[in-house]
Nanobody, 120 residues
Framework: QVQLVESGGGSVQAGGSLRLSCAAS????????MGWFRQAPGKEREGVAS??????GIYYVDSVKGRFTISRDNVNVYLQMNSLKPEDTGMYYC???????????????WGQGTQVTVSS
């Protein structure tokens, strides 16, 4: 059974930083593409970043390029978020599946989400 557990969300002021973590089993992390998605109230779930099982194939949505960094080790996936903006506010979800995709409907496995709130 695939289990993903996110942590690290919180409330920060604009310009601040947060680091999100997604804990997965070693098998899950080594066998799947891992992605971070976010969803603001009333909006669709948006692909933020993804990283393939070998650590390559990194993708970022244009709005976070230069500010966010996705990384992974054997069992965890991280999202370092710097220079946060109010528009980054939302529930952030970790997802796993193959192949890598920026579309939420392509992922079967999801965590419960962690809230990120950025105030101006």
């Amino acid at each position: 059974q695939v289990q993903l557990v996110e942590s690290g969300g919180g409330s920060v002021q604009a310009g601040g930083s947060l680091r999100l973590s997604c804990a997965a089993s070693a098998y899950t992390a080594s066998s799947n593409c891992m992605g971070w998605f976010r969803q603001a109230p009333g909006k669709e779930r948006e692909g933020v970043a993804s990283i393939y099982r070998g650590g390559g194939g990194i993708y970022y949505v244009d709005s976070v390029k230069g500010r966010f960094t996705i990384s992974r080790d054997n069992v965890n996936v991280y999202l370092q978020m710097n220079s946060l903006k109010p528009e980054d506010t939302g529930m952030y979800y970790c997802a796993a599946d193959v192949p890598c995709s920026q579309k939420a409907y392509n992922y079967r496995y999801w965590g419960q989400g962690t809230q990120v709130t950025v105030s101006s």
